[in-house]
């Protein structure tokens, strides 16, 4: 071992030729090798989540639904969608009313639970029924942070940016926000949470905007594309897509996107997965313009989807 | 006049010059030299190895400030701490250190062993800032940076170790 380390250029070969293994190792793992992750063997709070799939199994008025570009009733499922030209930028808004909490769900790709499995928001939305779609919170861009769906408890270690908060739907169709720092995913599902997103930041609470102008996520630009949803009242929700990154439009920050939904008189608002896979699927199509680049018109493949759907 | 260790003196040793990887041409001047000038001059060829690692490492720290520079205008605005401070090891770990060797008289040797180990760990730092900003600007996470971090500190400490303690081969070319 000693005489191979003396060796300078076998040893630089040999090492170098492991060090690039490694990397590329490490890089599909994160990109693309997909692994289906064994979630927490923690049951389910199923008197909660039977509450919502028995709501779903009311619905029988769906073939008399009343269908035109902007609009979906059928009597338990209303929906609106406007499209906004604010700040250089066309944003998509869909105004929901349902009867049921069990109208607003979630999904996974490929309904499976892991890291690197991501389907387009408009596939995983077929799948499912959905009428309106957006993408979620993309659980798959990370190994932690609590997964909740469907009142199904994936995964519950916290995740990395615990200063960010969650937004948990509570099965009475509720918005709450929470911190994953302070309550164990298994508390949360106990009391009453079916559906948790982990990304952010909180846009609005209480009626507030409770972002500043300097805010981003991460070390992203201050424009994108972008994904929220809101409450004004009960099971009265807001679902917002920007476009971005495009000549048409530019996107908006995070203050900006706030401010749109307070004026839609969100009491709680939050920023979900944006860039390029900001998707609103509505109706059987993709309303709105994803991208990731600008210059190609194209959806991305992401982990998840909150839908409203049958 | 530099005081140099068992591993100096051998420097001319047959054995050594059969098994090292000298350039026949700083044989040659390693010889010439020595007959004129003694161990002077053997210190004097390691101070111009360092020398030139230094300026290698310099340069790799200019190519991680391009690259990184490239690689933000192509990520929609988007950066990462670690990407950016991707040149640090090579400038701290790698040009500034050699180049005070290369300058100082107060060291003895350099071990080859040592000198291997120092290269990789700055190597595998350089390799984690890298992988740990891709990831970052992608908007993704992953626990595998701290396998660079532990690594590649390990292989400083022992480069560290072997070079104060050990008793290893002098670094020849």
């Known amino acids: 071992m000693i005489e191979f380390l003396k060796k300078p250029f076998a040893y630089a070969a040999v090492f170098a030729v492991m060090l690039i293994s490694a990397n590329v190792y490490v890089l599909l793992r994160t990109y693309l090798i997909p692994s289906v992750e064994r979630y927490s063997p923690h049951t389910p709070n199923t008197s909660l989540y039977e509450s919502v799939t028995e709501n779903e199994d009311s619905d029988s008025s769906a073939e008399g639904a009343v269908i035109t570009d902007n609009s979906y009733s059928d009597g338990n499922v209303n929906i609106s969608i406007s499209t906004l030209r604010l700040y250089d930028t066309d944003i998509y808004v869909a105004e929901a009313v349902l009867s049921s909490p069990g109208y607003l769900k979630t999904a996974l790709a490929d309904d499976t639970f892991g890291r690197n499995i991501t389907q387009k928001t408009s596939e995983t939305a077929r799948a499912n029924g959905a009428i309106l779609a957006v993408n979620g919170d993309y659980y798959g861009a990370n190994s932690r942070g609590y997964v909740i769906k469907n009142g199904v408890l994936y995964r519950d270690t916290v995740r990395r940016d615990s200063q960010y908060d969650d937004l948990a739907i509570y099965s009475d169709g509720s918005f709450g926000i929470i911190n994953e720092g302070t309550v164990s995913a298994q508390e949360l599902v106990n009391s009453g949470v079916v559906n948790l997103f982990a990304f952010g930041p909180t846009l609005v609470s209480e009626g507030e905007i409770t972002v500043s102008q300097d805010d981003e996520v991460g070390k992203a630009m201050a424009n994108n594309p972008r994904t929220a949803v809101g409450i004004i009242d009960n099971l009265h929700y807001i679902i917002l897509v920007s476009d971005g990154r495009t000549r048409e439009s530019e996107g908006l920050s995070l203050y900006q996107l706030a401010e749109v939904m307070r004026q839609r008189g969100c009491k709680i608002a939050y920023n979900l997965d944006g860039g390029g896979s900001s998707t609103m699927y509505f109706n059987g199509k993709v309303i709105n313009n994803p991208t990731t680049n600008g210059r190609k018109i194209s959806e991305r493949a992401v982990s998840d989807i909150v839908y409203i759907g049958r | ?173």
């Open chain 2, 1 to 173: 006049m530099y005081i140099l260790d068992a591993d100096n003196r051998n420097m001319n040793n047959t054995n050594n010059v059969g098994r090292d990887n000298y350039s026949q041409s700083v044989r040659e001047t390693s010889n010439a030299d020595t007959t004129r000038n003694g161990f002077r001059t053997k210190s004097a060829l390691l101070r111009r190895k360092c020398s030139k690692t230094a300026l290698v490492y310099l340069l790799v720290s200019v190519f991680c400030v391009i690259f990184c520079l490239i690689y933000e205008r192509f990520s929609y605005g988007q950066y990462a701490d670690c990407m950016r401070l991707m040149f640090l090891p090579p400038l701290a770990g790698g040009a500034l250190p050699f180049e005070i060797l290369a300058h100082s008289g107060s060291w003895r040797r350099l071990s080859r062993v040592s000198y291997n180990l120092w290269n990789s760990g700055i190597a595998v730092l350089v390799s984690g800032c890298l992988i740990k900003g891709i990831i970052e600007i992608s908007g993704r996470a992953s626990d595998y940076d701290m396998l660079y971090w532990i690594v590649g500190i390990s292989m400083l400490a022992s480069a560290l170790l072997i070079q104060i303690f050990g008793h290893g081969e002098n670094l020849k070319n």
